[in-house]
């Protein structure tokens, strides 16, 4: 059974349903969470508990998400968890109380686990092996200017009609994020293989750095992320100095499109990895010169906008292609977690020992993370891609057929 082709224009309906899903979903308290308060009364708070609420259902179901792939296939998945997130959309429009809310988010947080970038890269990855990795940086590129798109054009939207009229809105941008992702092939590329003890050893190990790794670089990141506004008024600057998060998160992933095969995985890890606690000390350092406040965020929404491509693309290198969606379903529950506590733990943080204590316990975590970097880089019995391509084709009366030119994967 040989590997399918990847269709040309998968990479850009993918990037579009993702930016979609990511827009009406995650970003979407950011532009109403206002407006809702003012005619429901409900503090901001009560609001956002929602999506926290969505992130725990996110790691709740994080471990069938493998099993639904295998059963159903990545377009069913995927078109599933798009069309829950829609019909949430349109339940919070009607819901008049808290607990409704919160009730249209628990689904929310199904449809999110299903449709958004894990389940998808698992289900291209699950279809293409080795191939799906320009895919998937390229899905990431047009992704990250979801909030950039959706939080000026829900404000936009307000000035015309209520919040409610909005999430109707939001649950027809829903529909045809569904028909975009039919684009997604039905099939699934299974593979049998008898894997030796050794190499179950050594996927287990780098599954245990692996989770970790995700965890804690989640935990800083989403901290980071939530209270960057914070950050920006204590050293006097204005929030829009916000914008460059934005700009450096897809300028990043831009270039990693262009650079290609010339990075790989584990070179994107190490250098994501180094760069995290370099760049915090530029925070740190704005205390004297104002100007590193501006350059910290630009250069941290760069990194964070790696994270996603090394959250995704690393398993390729760790784990053979067979196993993706199953261990990145287990392994990405503590990072799930840790998006769910980081806001609070964060608020935390700020208010007993201030935003510059708060910085400086997260350099002292990202240092622990670049160690993990290290460790997984350079761990024994690591796989590759044509190690894990020789695998695959190891099977029981099938063989799948490597890519025609390697380089090109």
Known sequence: METPVLPRRLALTAGCNQLINWGISFYMPGTLARSISADRGWSSPQIYLGLTLAM???????????????????QKVVMGGTLLIAISCAVMAYTQTLF?????????????????????????????????????????????????????????????????DVLRVYALFGLLSVALIRTLPRQRLTVTTKVSAPPL???????????????????VSNGTSTHLPEFITHFGLPVAVGMLWGFGQTGARAMEVMAGTRVTPFNLTLFTAIAMPICFLVGLSSALFVWCAAGFVLGY??????????????????????????????????????????????????KTLGVVGAMWVSAGLTLVITGLAIAIVRLPGRLTASHCIQRATLTN???TAPPANLSDT
């Open 100 to 164: 409704g809310w919160y009730c249209a988010w628990l689904v929310t947080g199904v449809g999110m686990r299903l449709s958004l970038y894990d389940a998808l890269f698992a289900a291209l990855v699950n279809l293409y092996g080795q191939q799906a990795r320009r895919t998937i940086s390229r899905v990431t590129l047009a992704g990250g200017l979801a909030s950039a798109i959706f939080w000026p054009l829900g404000d936009g939207l307000l000035h015309i009609m209520g919040w409610q």
């Open 201 to 219: 050893n050594n996927e287990r190990r780098n599954g245990w750095l692996y989770a970790v790794f995700i965890a804690l670089i989640t935990f």
């Open 56 to 74: 725990l259902v996110m790691a709740a179901v994080s471990p069938f998400v493998a099993r639904l792939l295998a059963r159903f296939g990545g």
């Open 301 to 350: 929404g760069a990194i964070n906008g790696l994270v996603t491509l090394v959250k995704a693309t690393l398993p390729l290198e760790l784990f053979s292609p067979e196993s993706y969606a199953a261990r990145t379903g287990i392994l990405l529950i503590p990072g799930q977690l840790m998006a769910a506590v980081s806001p609070f733990a964060y608020a935390w943080l700020n």
């Open 397 to 399: 009366g099938y063989k």
